[in-house]
C-alpha cells in the first residue's frame, strides 16, 4: 500500500460533480456482529464507465483483507488514507472484496453502525456507510444488496426481502444512503396491508420488550400513510415487508431506508398516558413522511446532496397534504406556516441562509435544515398553485414514469413539469437558486371606481448573494366589501416582475384579503387599517386569512407595547373574546387564534423593523398582553373550559386534540388569574399527557414548588415522559433562573448528553424554550452552551452543529449581547480539533 496524506476539510461544489468513472452494481455484505470487533466483509460488483482511479470511502475503520477477483491485491495497487481507499489501474469488470473491523459500541457519532440500549442499528444519511465499509458513498451509485448479519440476538433486519434467517436480499438498486441493518431483542406489532396491486405486504413496528403497548398508533399511521399515497399520488408499495424499528439513540427524526425505516423512538411509541396530542400528530406526520420517500426518495433518488430537496422538500410538501387530509387544512396549514416562520424564516434572515439547492458545502449533515424541508415543500406547493392540481399531477406522474430507478436533479423535476404542462419554469427556478424571503410590499389605491393594488418585491442579499432577480411569486387573493361579504372568489395572480399593479372595477374600497393560505414564503408588507384586519378576522372565507388578520393585530399590538408603551384596546380584545367564545368555531383555530405570536418571533418581526429587540421587554409584554386577555376573557374561562372537556376514554384525534388544545390555553389564562388554583386541580385529574403537560407548565409558571418533584416520582422510569420533564422547567423557569436551573439540571442523575433526546430536551428547552433565559444579560446563556456543545462535540458532532443554531440570530441584538455572543463563537473557532460539522457552523455565524 502506498502512503498518502490525510484529506483535509475543503469545500465540495455543485459546480464540480461529476459521475463516478466505476461504479458499483452489486453489493454482498457479510456482518459479524461484535461490539467491539465487527467483521465486515464486503463483495462489491465493480463496473467501468469511464476513465480515472476508482476511490472508495471509508473511515473509522481497520482494513484485514483486500482482494480482486479472487487474488490478494498487491500493496502497490491500492492506496489507502483515513478516509479513502484508491484503486489503481482497476479493471472494465471485476469483483472487490474487503474485510475490515469497526467497533459499534464506540461508536458516539451514532452515525454508521452503532449500539443503542443493547441493539444493533445503522443512520447511513448523509455519509454513515463509509463507517460500516470501503464503498462508493454517494447517492449517484446504486446497487442491488444481499445482506447477511451474523449474531446471538434474536431478530436480524435488513432492507428488502428476508430469504433466510439474518439473509435479506433487496432488489431495488438503492444508493448507500438507504443502507439499514438492525439487530437485538426486539418484539413485533404485526399488521398487514394489500396494495391497489394485490401484493400482501407484512408491516412490523419493533421496539424493545415492554414497549409493545405503544405501538398501535405508528402502525394505523402507516395503514393510512399506504392507503393515501395510493389514493393521491397513485403509488403503491414495493416489497412484500415493511418493517418500522424504534431506536432510543437516534441524532434526527427517523429515516427513510428501503423497507426498514429506522425512528427515534420518540416519533413511534404512544400511549394516551405518556404521548401528548402533538406526540401523536407527529408521530402520524413522520411515519407519513418516511413511507412517502419509498417514492420520492428511494425509488427516485438524489443526484448528489445539492439536490436534497429534490426528495425532502416534495416529501415533505406530501406529508403536509397527507396531514391536511387527515387532521383539516386550516389548522394544519397555521401550523405548518407557524413552523415555516419560526425555523426558515429566522434561518433565512441571518447568517445561515442558503439556498433551497445549495451550491456549497463543508458538512453537508449541516443542510438538513428548514430551509431544505420547509422552504423546499413551499416552493413544491407553489409549483402546484402556478400549474394547477391537474398540471400537478400530470407532471409528477411524468416524473415517476421518466426517472423511476434514477439518481435525479432539481432540473429533472422541473422539466417534467414543463413537458407535461407546457409552461415555462425557468424564472420559477429561482427560487431553489436564491436565498432570502422576499418581501412583498401592497398599497392600495381606490379611486373612481377603480380599485388598484400596486406590488413591489424586494429579494434581500444573503450571504454570498446580492442583487436578485424578481422571483416568480404566486399571491391567492380575494376582496370583501366592508360587510364581510365576498366580493371576488380566489383568484392567483403571479407577480413576476419587480413591480406590477392589479386592477378591478368596483363601486367601493374593497378588503384585501391577499396571500391566501400562504400562497408564497414571502414577507408582506402591507399597511391594512385595523377595521379592515377586523373584517377580515371576522369574515374572511379562507381560515388562514382569518387567522393572519387576528395574528397581525396581535403582533402589531405587541410591537407597539414594546416599541411605544401603548396599551391594548378594546376592538381587539373585544375581537380575541368574540372568537374564543364563538361556540360554532372550531376549537383548534379558536386556539391558534388565541395564540400570542412567540418571543422569538417578535424578536425577529422587530429586528425586520430596524428595532433591536430586548428579550426580557419582550417576555414582560407578552406576560402583559395574556393577563389583559385573561382579564378581559375572566367570565368565560370556566364555562369554556367546561365545554371543551372530552368525555369518555382518550382518544387522539384531531377533534379531541383541538378541545384539549383551546382547554389548555384557557388553563393557561385562568392561571394568570388565580395563581394556579384551577392548574393545580387539573394536574391532579389529568388522565393523559396532554392535559398533564398543559397543568404542569401553568404550574411551572406560577413558580409552583412542588410540581416538579411530584412528576419526576411519577414519571422517573419513562425515558421519553423525563424529556419532558427537563425541558418544560428549563423552559418554563424564570427568566433570571433559567440558566441556573439548567446548569443544576445537567447533574441530575438522569442526564445522559449522549442520549440526543435529553441533551436536545434540556439545551433547547433554554435556547428555544426560555429566550429570555438564554438571552441573560450576563452571558452566562451563552457560555452555558458554547460549554456544552464543547463538551459533546468530540462524540456527537452532528448534534452539537445542530444545536449551535441557536447563536444564528446573534447580530439581531444590542452590541453588549452581541459582544459576548460573539466571544463565545470565536472561543468555540478557536478550539482545537473541533469537528467539522460545528466548525464550518461557527465559521459562517461568525463570516460577517
Ligand atoms: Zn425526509
Same mark, same amino acid.
Given at each position: 500500500m502506498r502512503d498518502a496524506t490525510p484529506e483535509q476539510t475543503e469545500t465540495i461544489y455543485l459546480k464540480d460533480y461529476a459521475p463516478v468513472p466505476v461504479t458499483?452494481?452489486?453489493?454482498?455484505?457479510?456482518?459479524? #456482529?461484535? $461490539?467491539?470487533?465487527?467483521?465486515?466483509?464486503?463483495? =462489491?460488483?465493480?463496473?467501468?464507465?469511464?476513465?480515472?482511479?476508482?476511490?472508495?470511502?471509508?473511515?473509522?475503520?481497520?482494513?484485514?483483507?483486500?482482494?480482486?477477483?479472487?487474488?490478494? #491485491?498487491?500493496? /502497490?495497487?491500492?492506496? =489507502?488514507?483515513?478516509t479513502t481507499l484508491t484503486l489503481h489501474d482497476a479493471p472494465d469488470a471485476f469483483i472487490l472484496e474487503t474485510e475490515v473491523e469497526i467497533a459499534p459500541q464506540k461508536n458516539k457519532a451514532l452515525s454508521g453502525l452503532y449500539m443503542s440500549n443493547g441493539m444493533y442499528c445503522t443512520q447511513c444519511e448523509a455519509e454513515g456507510f463509509r463507517r460500516i465499509t470501503y464503498m462508493l458513498d454517494r447517492p449517484d451509485v446504486m446497487a442491488t444488496y444481499d445482506v447477511e448479519i451474523e449474531a446471538d440476538l434474536p431478530v436480524l433486519l435488513s432492507n428488502g426481502d428476508e430469504v433466510a434467517r439474518g439473509k435479506w436480499h433487496d432488489p431495488w438498486p438503492k444508493p448507500t444512503y438507504l443502507f439499514a441493518m438492525v439487530a437485538g431483542d426486539l418484539v413485533a406489532t404485526p399488521g398487514t396491508f394489500t396494495t391497489m396491486e394485490g401484493r400482501e405486504v407484512a408491516l412490523n413496528v419493533w421496539?424493545?420488550?415492554? /414497549?409493545?403497548?405503544?405501538?398501535?398508533?405508528?402502525?394505523?399511521?402507516?395503514?393510512?400513510?399506504?392507503?393515501?399515497?395510493e389514493e393521491v399520488y397513485g403509488r403503491a408499495y414495493d416489497l412484500s415487508v415493511f418493517n418500522i424499528v424504534a431506536v432510543d439513540d437516534f441524532n434526527m427524526g427517523a429515516m427513510e431506508n428501503k423497507g426498514l425505516n429506522i425512528f427515534n423512538s420518540k416519533y413511534v411509541l404512544a400511549s394516551p398516558e405518556t404521548a401528548t396530542d402533538a406526540d401523536f400528530a407527529n408521530i402520524e406526520r413522520i411515519v407519513a413522511h418516511e413511507y412517502f420517500h419509498n417514492w420520492t426518495g428511494n425509488r427516485i433518488t438524489c443526484r448528489d446532496w445539492f439536490q436534497l430537496c429534490l426528495k425532502e422538500g416534495l416529501t415533505v410538501f406530501r406529508d403536509q397534504q397527507f396531514s391536511q387530509d387527515a387532521r383539516g387544512f386550516a389548522t394544519q396549514r397555521i401550523g405548518d406556516v407557524l413552523n415555516l416562520r419560526a425555523r426558515q424564516f429566522r434561518e433565512d434572515a441571518g447568517p445561515l441562509a442558503h439556498p433551497v439547492r445549495p451550491e456549497s458545502f463543508v458538512e453537508i449533515n449541516n443542510f438538513y435544515t428548514a430551509t431544505i424541508y420547509e422552504k423546499g415543500a413551499e416552493v413544491i406547493g407553489m409549483l402546484r398553485t402556478l400549474v394547477?392540481?391537474?398540471?400537478?399531477?400530470?407532471?409528477?406522474? #411524468?416524473?415517476?414514469?421518466?426517472h423511476d430507478g434514477q439518481a435525479c436533479t432539481i432540473e429533472d423535476w422541473l422539466a417534467c413539469f414543463e413537458d407535461a404542462t407546457g409552461q415555462d419554469l425557468a424564472q420559477f427556478k429561482l427560487w431553489y437558486a436564491q436565498a432570502g424571503t422576499p418581501r412583498v410590499e401592497v398599497t392600495e389605491h381606490f379611486a373612481d371606481g377603480i380599485y388598484r393594488i400596486d406590488l413591489r418585491q424586494i429579494v434581500p442579499d444573503t450571504p454570498g448573494q446580492s442583487d436578485k432577480a424578481p422571483m416568480v411569486i404566486p399571491l391567492a387573493l380575494g376582496l370583501l366589501d366592508t360587510a364581510g361579504r365576498e366580493v371576488r372568489g380566489t383568484e392567483v395572480h403571479a407577480l413576476t416582475k419587480a413591480s406590477d399593479s392589479l386592477t378591478f372595477d368596483l363601486p367601493e374600497k374593497p378588503v384585501l384579503s391577499i396571500l391566501r393560505?400562504?400562497?408564497?414564503?414571502?414577507? =408582506?408588507?402591507?399597511?391594512?387599517?385595523?377595521?379592515?384586519?377586523?373584517?377580515?378576522?371576522?369574515?374572511?372565507?379562507? $381560515?388562514?386569512?382569518?387567522?393572519?388578520?387576528?395574528?397581525?393585530?396581535?403582533? !402589531?399590538?405587541?410591537?407597539?407595547?414594546?416599541?411605544? !408603551?401603548?396599551?391594548?384596546?378594546?376592538?381587539?380584545l373585544g375581537a380575541l373574546a368574540t372568537l374564543a367564545t364563538d361556540a360554532g368555531a372550531d376549537?383548534?383555530?379558536?386556539?391558534?387564534? #388565541?395564540?400570542?405570536?412567540?418571543?422569538?418571533?417578535?424578536?425577529?418581526?422587530?429586528?425586520?423593523?430596524?428595532?433591536?429587540?430586548?428579550? !426580557?421587554?419582550?417576555?414582560?409584554?407578552?406576560?402583559?398582553?395574556?393577563?389583559?386577555?385573561?382579564?378581559?376573557?375572566?367570565?368565560?374561562?370556566?364555562?369554556?373550559?367546561?365545554?371543551?372537556?372530552? $368525555?369518555?376514554?382518550? !382518544? $387522539?384525534?384531531a377533534t379531541d386534540a383541538g378541545k384539549r388544545s383551546l382547554g389548555g390555553r384557557l388553563l393557561g389564562l385562568q392561571t394568570y388569574l388565580d395563581g394556579g388554583a384551577a392548574a393545580g386541580l387539573a394536574y391532579d385529574m389529568a388522565d393523559n399527557m396532554t392535559d398533564r403537560m398543559a397543568a404542569f407548565s401553568c404550574l411551572l409558571d406560577v413558580g409552583d414548588e412542588t410540581v416538579a418533584h411530584r412528576f419526576e416520582t411519577d414519571w422517573q422510569h419513562d425515558r421519553l415522559v423525563m424529556d419532558k420533564w427537563f425541558m418544560a422547567q428549563v423552559a418554563h423557569a424564570a427568566p433570571r433562573d433559567a440558566v441556573g436551573l439548567a446548569d443544576r439540571l445537567t447533574r441530575h442523575k438522569d442526564f445522559d448528553p449522549s442520549n440526543p433526546n435529553r441533551f436536545r430536551a434540556l439545551i433547547a428547552g433554554l435556547t428555544a424554550g426560555n429566550p429570555a433565559g438564554f438571552h441573560d444579560p450576563s452571558g452566562v446563556g451563552y457560555t452555558f452552551l458554547a460549554n456544552w456543545l464543547l463538551f459533546l462535540d468530540p462524540s456527537n458532532p452532528q448534534m452539537t452543529a445542530r444545536m449551535s443554531t441557536a447563536f444564528d440570530g446573534w447580530t439581531r441584538y444590542d452590541a453588549d449581547r452581541q459582544a459576548l455572543m460573539r466571544a463565545e463563537l470565536e472561543r468555540i473557532a478557536g478550539t482545537e480539533s473541533l469537528s467539522r460539522d460545528l466548525s464550518e457552523m461557527v465559521n459562517r455565524m461568525l463570516a460577517p
Open positions: 458499483v452494481t452489486h453489493v454482498s455484505l457479510n456482518l459479524r #456482529l461484535d $461490539p467491539l470487533a465487527t467483521r465486515v466483509r464486503a463483495k =462489491l460488483t465493480c463496473e467501468r464507465r469511464g476513465a480515472g482511479e476508482m476511490v472508495l470511502d471509508g473511515e473509522m475503520m481497520t482494513l484485514k483483507s483486500i482482494a480482486l477477483d479472487g487474488s490478494p #491485491l498487491p500493496d /502497490d495497487r491500492y492506496t =489507502l488514507t483515513g421496539v424493545r420488550p415492554g /414497549d409493545e403497548s405503544r405501538t398501535a398508533y405508528a402502525m394505523d399511521s402507516l395503514k393510512r400513510s399506504m392507503a393515501w399515497d394547477g392540481a391537474e398540471g400537478y399531477a400530470k407532471g409528477c406522474a #411524468l416524473y415517476f414514469e421518466r393560505g400562504f400562497s408564497a414564503p414571502v414577507i =408582506l408588507e402591507m399597511a391594512q387599517t385595523d377595521a379592515d384586519k377586523l373584517t377580515l378576522l371576522a369574515h374572511d372565507t379562507d $381560515p388562514f386569512n382569518r387567522w393572519e388578520a387576528g395574528r397581525a393585530l396581535a403582533k !402589531d399590538r405587541l410591537m407597539r407595547a414594546i416599541t411605544e !408603551d401603548a396599551g391594548f384596546d378594546d376592538a381587539w376549537p383548534a383555530f379558536r386556539a391558534l387564534a #388565541l395564540a400570542l405570536p412567540s418571543q422569538d418571533d417578535l424578536a425577529q418581526s422587530l429586528h425586520t423593523a430596524g428595532v433591536v429587540p430586548d428579550p !426580557d421587554r419582550i417576555y414582560a409584554i407578552r406576560r402583559a398582553a395574556t393577563l389583559v386577555i385573561a382579564e378581559t376573557l375572566r367570565d368565560d374561562l370556566t364555562p369554556l373550559r367546561e365545554a371543551m372537556a372530552t $368525555p369518555g376514554a382518550y !382518544d $387522539p384525534n
